[in-house]
């Protein structure tokens, strides 16, 4: 019995907002759980404050299926970005003190190493082809194998994906959300020259993925796929919004092109049909926003039936605890596919110290016991909350779409 006598939140803004959970046992082992929600960090924070931590006083700590069983069915509320973040939030906090109480990383509790390392992909962008290239260039200099290409679009202000920093790339940029101007006729004939380019400077032996951010229909993102066949991308990621899981059904019929989706799910319930039809070929749930490793590795083994492999979001709004979680969960699981990074700024580094490491083009969660990262909690008081947003995302004549 390990049992919980005190949990808290702890709020940080070292260039970005993060919540993380801190859960402790009576013996003084401390887990932690990253908890952040990206624009709505404060709605996690009171439903673990308010309505998780006051459940947990007393629990054994051990229990970690029993504790995941009893916040999910006992809420009553099933699903939903809030609660299964907060349910995350609890599950990697207890993986973490299984660990440390165990003296091994978790990858070790969760089966043991089924490769050496994660292949990570770096982003490449830049304000047209050329500097998109360039900064490919530089990723495959540092290593990398795997490279998302995002370029801005001729005749739009500003594209998503696109940022002004060469390496920090932070959408949530202002206090009350910004406004993004969108033409789906510029952006699709954009991509095929940039993969043209991309494949004629990198050559072939680079993985090269892209991002739609859900931003096509079902029959243009069909054809977008076709249009890059030639490049053979690794993956075309949310073509089409997926809360239509049959969406998808229309894209399979006229593209080749493997396609990944998944950022935004919480539960194996929202990608089911999308991994039982085999209508795509990654999926990118993570730890943080998919109720922790436990429920992540019920829809691994899901995905696996299938020979659907992980992608898992790995997006700085990710804590580095969420990037721990993902590479002990990536290291292990036998349908690993390619894990995100996109990296933290040095600010938010020196608030949680950890032990996962990159290494030509790959990523290991390191050998500490647990998840191998801590908080600096001095530090983490120097950097309050702000508010910050998402964009919204609107077409030329005015009309709100997706973003
Ligand atoms: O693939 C990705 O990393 C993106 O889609 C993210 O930038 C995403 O928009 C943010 O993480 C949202 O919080
Ligand atoms: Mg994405």
């Known amino acids: 019995m390990a049992e919980i006598e005190a949990a808290r939140v702890i709020v940080t803004s070292p260039g970005r907002n993060f919540v993380t959970l801190e859960v402790r046992t009576k013996d003084g082992v401390t887990g932690l759980g990253d908890a952040t929600l990206n624009g709505r960090e404060l709605s996690v924070a ?4 308010d309505h998780v931590i006051p459940c947990l006083i007393g629990r054994d700590a051990h229990r970690i299926e029993d504790i995941w069983q009893y916040l999910y069915k006992g809420a009553y509320w099933r699903r939903g970005p809030v609660t299964m973040t907060a349910i995350a939030a609890v599950d990697m906090a207890l993986w973490d003190i299984k660990g440390k109480v165990a003296g091994l ?25 050329e500097a998109t290239i360039e900064a490919a260039l530089d990723y495959r200099e540092q290593g990398y ?65 892209h991002d739609v951010h859900h931003r096509l229909t079902p029959i243009e993102a069909g054809r977008l796929g076709r249009d890059l066949e030639p490049y053979r991308p690794f993956w075309l990621e949310d073509a089409t919004p997926a809360e239509n899981q049959e969406a998808f059904r229309l894209i399979r019929r006229h593209t080749t092109t493997p396609l990944a989706v998944g950022e935004i799910f919480n539960s194996v319930h929202d990608c089911r049909q999308l991994i039982q039809e085999q209508l795509i070929d990654y999926v990118r749930a993570t730890v943080v926003h998919a109720g922790g490793i436990t429920h992540l590795r019920r829809i691994a083994a899901l995905a696996d039936l299938y020979q659907v492999r992980t992608g898992c979001h790995g997006a700085t709004d990710l804590s580095p605890v969420s990037m721990a979680a993902a590479l002990h969960f990536g290291l292990s699981v036998p349908n690993f596919g390619i894990q995100e990074y996109m990296r ?50 609107r077409l030329q004549d005015g009309t709100l779409f997706n973003w």
């Open 46 to 49: 009171s439903y673990l404050g």
């Open 105 to 129: 990383p978790v990858y070790q509790l969760l089966g043991g190493a089924s490769r050496e390392g994660c292949m990570v992909y770096g982003h490449a962008n830049g304000a047209d082809i």
């Open 145 to 209: 194998k795997a490279i998302r290409l995002q370029s801005g679009v001729p005749g739009l202000a500003s594209t998503y994906g696109v940022s002004k920093d060469r390496y920090f790339y932070e959408p949530a940029d202002a206090d009350l959300p910004s406004e993004n101007l969108w033409s789906t006729e510029k952006y699709l004939r954009s991509v095929p020259p940039l993969f043209e380019a991309g494949r004629e400077a990198l050559g072939w032996d680079v993985h090269l993925l």
């Open 344 to 393: 933290h700024t040095p600010e938010t580094d020196a608030v949680f110290p950890h032990a996962y490491r990159f290494q030509d083009g790959m990523m290991h969660p390191g050998d500490t016991p647990g998840l191998g990262v801590g908080i600096d909690e001095t530090l983490a008081a120097k950097h309050p909350y702000k508010r910050a947003y998402l964009p919204v995302n």
